[in-house]
């Protein structure tokens, strides 16, 4: 409980490339800003504590999931882990997958690979939500084999 005739401010200012001079008003852009909270009670006595804060841009992270093997012409399943939701597009050596353009993070892509020999693969993860920035993934090299059957 908070003892009666107490008071608590607080203050923000911009410290080294910040621009943002001292206020009572939070801060919500990026940078980083000192915050002052500063208690007085009723007969004069004062205490405070100051601390650093720093907002950034929340952070991104998406993996590629590919099935065990891959083979020509047999469907393979693409799917994305993510810290977000969003939409994914999938890319085989730098050019988007047909049919998994701007799909649901949470989705599964059903992928029919042309060609056998090694392929890079990599997604782009565009977040619903606008504090995470967009993401594309380093391409990760597979290796799609012959198809073991015929038709």
């Known amino acids: 409980t908070t003892p009666g005739g107490l008071t608590l401010t607080y203050t923000y200012k911009g410290?080294?490339?910040?621009?943002?001079?001292?206020t009572n008003t939070a801060p919500t852009l990026i940078?980083?800003?000192?915050?002052?909270?500063?208690?007085?009670?009723?007969?004069?006595y004062i205490?405070?504590?100051?601390?650093?804060?720093?907002?950034?841009?929340?952070?991104?992270?998406?993996t590629l999931n590919v099935g065990a093997t891959l083979n020509k012409l047999l469907s393979s399943n693409l799917t994305a882990t993510t810290n977000t939701s969003g939409l994914v597009?999938?890319?085989?050596n730098g050019r988007a997958i047909n049919k998994c353009v701007n799909i649901s993070s949470a989705a599964t892509c059903a992928w029919k690979p042309m060609t056998q020999g090694v392929i890079y693969l990599s997604l782009k993860l565009v977040p619903t939500d606008s504090t995470f920035p967009n993401?594309?993934?380093?391409?990760?090299l597979v290796i799609v084999k012959k198809r073991a059957v015929s038709r």
């Open 31 to 44: 940078g980083t800003y000192v915050e002052t909270a500063t208690i007085t009670d009723a007969t004069s």
């Open 15 to 22: 410290i080294g490339s910040t621009v943002y001079n001292e």
């Open 89 to 92: 597009t999938y890319y085989a």
């Open 135 to 140: 993401l594309t993934t380093s391409p990760s």
């Open 47 to 62: 205490g405070y504590i100051v601390v650093n804060l720093t907002i950034t841009n929340a952070i991104t992270t998406a």
